[in-house]
């Protein structure tokens, strides 16, 4: 059975750094690409982008390139979405899914995380 | 990048009743590269259809979506009480890959 789990929520303050993680179980990890959703109220779901953990290859919404960072470890088959300096307007839902058939639609979900961040 | 737009925004609708929920694209979309999602209240969101009107494993065949030209269409033949969600379109063929900003179907 494909599962995807993510971190708990996080609260915190603008300017601090923070990753969230997605841990995967029950496929080939390196094999499938996995990305990240970002939901708010406001703009609704958002395509941020995706890793291939078998060659590290990156794929970014440039609206979201240069504010975050994925990435993926195979060894522990997580992946990875990190912020360097958070910013009131990163909080939101995140959710990580998994790409089935390739580059394209997502097959299977994480629970989503929430990201708080308020001064 | 693709723009979708869903109409309508909010589909009142009944238990048993078929519900028709539209898609269009800004510019031309592969329709190989379409898919719906459902996502109820403190839900991850769920694939629902992909290639525009083939169904993910374990849906219901009540489900059915269709393309004509950039406009998209999910068909529920008739609404369970476990139908009544938000629904999401999404193109997959362009980079970045966009969402609609969905439809709610909710009890009348």
């Known amino acids: 059975e494909v599962q995807l789990v993510q971190s708990g929520a996080e609260v915190k303050k603008p300017g601090e750094s923070l990753k969230i993680s997605c841990e995967a179980s029950g496929y080939s990890f390196t094999t499938y690409w996995i990305g990240w959703v970002r939901q708010t109220p406001g703009k609704g779901l958002e395509w941020i982008g995706v890793?291939?953990?078998?060659?590290?290859?990156?794929k970014y919404n440039p609206s979201f390139e240069g504010r975050v960072t994925i990435s993926a470890d195979k060894s522990v088959n997580n992946a990875y979405l990190h912020w360097s300096s958070l910013e009131a307007s990163d909080t939101a839902v995140y959710y990580c899914?998994?790409?089935?058939?390739?580059?394209?639609?997502?097959?299977?979900w994480g629970q989503g995380t929430q990201v708080t961040v308020s001064s | 990048e693709i723009v979708l737009t869903q109409s309508p925004g909010t589909l009142s609708l009944s238990p048993g009743q078929r519900a028709v929920l539209s898609c269009r694209a800004s510019?031309?979309?592969?329709?190989?590269?379409f898919a719906w999602y459902q996502q109820k209240p403190g839900q991850a969101p769920r694939l629902l259809i992909y290639?525009?009107?083939r169904r993910a494993t374990g849906i219901p065949d009540r489900f059915s979506g269709s393309v004509s030209g950039t406009d998209f269409t999910l068909t529920i033949s008739r609404l369970e009480p476990e139908d009544f969600a938000v629904y999401y379109c999404?193109?997959?063929?362009?980079?970045?890959?966009?969402f609609g900003p969905g439809t709610k179907v909710e009890i009348k």
């Open positions: 899914a998994r790409s089935g058939g390739g580059f394209s639609r997502f097959d299977y």
């Open positions: 290639g525009a009107s």
């Open positions: 999404q193109q997959y063929g362009v980079s970045p890959f966009t």
């Open positions: 510019q031309g979309v592969i329709s190989s590269y």
């Open positions: 890793v291939y953990p078998g060659h590290s290859d990156i």
